[in-house]
């Protein structure tokens, strides 16, 4: 404050207080940008198709960009495999036989593995983007920050998957009953990498899909169905072959790393229902 006079009519002058102009600074133009990229929005639909498209397009290219390195996924999947031997976990093989014994069942596995993976995880962001608004920039977050710390785990321990083990004894369901349209058959397994099975996102993402359901489903036996998911996945990708149990846990990792991802980003665990305060939910980002 700092003072002033003021003349009365009476020709006193008086002392009056006058508020001095106080400067606040909060961290400038830096904290408010920081500030507005936390605060989830209704997104826009057209960036929202075009992110998922470059994002998935990226995560494919980098992924089949990393070297196969046969030798060395092959040594790492007999390490792996004794790895389950001495847990007393390795039944894989024995998963694997006992569902290719059912002609129908293991067909159904290999579509379900080949088409569902991109299906479902689609279909639960359309969900999110429709009916959680406020709650899908944060899970968004979770799945791409998922599956780009899984590109680290291609990298770094190339895999092979048990149905291209030497000496593993597991069949090859989608070879034998020549699924159309996997990555993993005929032309298109040029296409993918063949040794990139640790993580396995088929449980990153599953999961990631049935917890966002269970958390924010409102009827009952969707709930249920979120959790049925991903555990029909695992038992999928094991009976088919295409993933060891480990695997799995490298995928549950990755959907723990992608969690902490944006709990940190967002200061609240993301697949924690309803607004989030100050979000400016059901506006236009």
Not at 153 to 168: S, V, W
Not at 211 to 228: D, E, I, K, M
Request: charged content about 15%.
């Amino acid at each position: 404050m700092s003072d002033s006079t003021v003349t009365n009519p009476d020709g006193h002058r008086d002392e009056v207080a006058v508020p001095r102009t106080v400067t606040v600074r909060d961290g400038g133009g830096a904290r408010a940008l920081r500030d507005r990229l936390r605060r989830p929005r209704r997104p826009r639909l057209w960036f929202e198709i075009l992110l998922i498209g470059a994002s998935y397009w990226t995560y494919s290219l980098i992924r089949n960009a990393v070297p196969e390195q046969k030798r060395e996924a092959l040594r790492n999947a007999d390490a792996v495999w004794w790895l389950e031997h001495h847990l007393g976990i390795a039944v894989e093989a024995s998963v694997n036989h006992a569902a290719n014994s059912v002609g129908w069942l293991i067909i159904g596995m290999n579509y379900y593995y080949a088409t569902l993976h991109f299906v479902i995880t689609i279909g639960v962001l359309v969900w999110l983007y429709r009916w959680h608004p406020d709650r899908y920039a944060p899970i968004r977050l979770v799945l791409f920050a998922t599956t780009g710390v899984a590109l680290a785990g291609y990298y770094l321990f190339p895999l092979a998957p048990p149905r291209l083990m030497r000496g593993g004894h597991f069949i090859d369901t989608v070879m034998v009953h020549q699924t159309w349209g996997s990555m993993a058959s005929g032309d298109l397994k040029h296409m993918s990498n063949q040794y990139a099975a640790m993580p396995s996102m088929h449980i990153g993402w599953s999961l990631w899909c049935g917890l966002t359901v269970f958390a924010l489903a409102s009827v009952p036996w969707v709930r249920v169905l979120g959790l049925v998911y991903p555990a029909l996945t695992l038992l999928v990708i094991v009976s088919t072959a295409n993933h060891f149990w480990l695997d799995a846990v490298g995928g549950v990792l990755c959907l723990a790393f992608g969690v902490g991802v944006a709990r940190l980003w967002y200061g609240r665990w993301p697949q924690v229902p309803g607004a989030v305060p100050g979000s400016g939910a059901g506006q236009p980002a």
